[in-house]
């Protein structure tokens, strides 16, 4: 069983750029979660989705950050006209469906760098 | 709101030394409580956890008490090794309520042969 994968690994973009970044959660996963890690911090959470539905957005910011999970294919988190502040690394986490607690497995992230 | 306090790295041991990582929590009801571990250049993997008061999560020599009444859960482990050097992030997630994960800004730890 595949875990949680997460591409590209690494992302160069140019100030005014968009960023993809694209999350596939494992086998039977049906939530997807993104966070965000600033170099020397702790992870901070952006975005809960689960299939077609934004469940909580509260930690995304209201500006040029969108993200999906479709139906059919992957999770994608969208950076529209990135700006250095937005370098960071930008984690994935999928869950089973669960009423109680939900464990999350982690994607191996992608390092955006925005020159 | 949720927020995790985590010591400051980083810590510095030699190998074989007792490691002590310090993490309380403040939360609304009775979050469950996880320690992940991140290993330079990769992404985070689930070291262990605890899900009611008095718990003990453990793996891989690690350890952890879920400590309601001191709203803690600090990290243990009795003789560390070179491979055990990482990022070490503490964490909970509430059972009701919004399901993301809320972490301590990680305590990183060098482990010296």
């Known amino acids: 069983n595949a875990g949680v994968m997460q591409n590209p690994r690494h992302l160069v973009r140019r100030r005014g750029q968009e960023a993809r970044l694209r999350c596939s959660p494992m086998?039977?996963?049906?939530?997807v979660y993104w966070y965000r890690q600033l170099p020397e911090e702790g992870l901070k959470f952006m975005v809960y989705?689960?299939?077609?539905?934004?469940?909580?957005e509260s930690g995304m910011p209201k500006e040029r950050f969108s993200a999906e999970f479709p139906k059919e294919g992957p999770s994608i988190l969208r950076i529209q006209q990135v700006v250095r502040g937005d370098s960071a690394a930008y984690f994935c986490?999928?869950?089973?469906?669960?009423?109680?607690?939900?464990?999350?497995?982690f994607g191996p992230g992608t390092r955006l760098t925005v020159l | 709101g949720n927020s995790v306090t985590q010591m400051e790295g980083p810590v510095t041991l030699s190998e074989e030394a007792f490691l002590t990582i310090n993490c309380t929590y403040t939360?609304?009801?009775?979050?469950?409580l996880f320690w992940y571990v991140q290993y330079p250049g990769e992404g985070l993997q689930l070291l262990l956890k605890?899900?009611?008061?008095?718990d003990k999560g453990s793996n891989k020599g690690f350890e952890a008490t879920y400590r309601k009444e001191t709203t803690s859960f600090h990290l243990e482990k009795g003789s560390v090794q070179v491979s055990d050097s990482a990022v070490y992030f503490c964490?909970?997630?509430?059972?009701?309520?919004?399901?993301?994960?809320?972490f301590g800004s990680g305590t990183r730890l060098q482990v010296q042969p």
């Open positions: 086998k039977g996963h049906s939530h």
């Open positions: 964490a909970l997630v509430s059972v009701t309520g919004r399901r993301a994960l809320t």
């Open positions: 939360a609304t009801g009775y979050p469950s």
């Open positions: 986490a999928s869950s089973p469906t669960s009423k109680d607690y939900n464990e999350q497995f």
């Open positions: 989705l689960q299939k077609e539905n934004i469940i909580d």
């Open positions: 605890a899900t009611k008061a008095d």
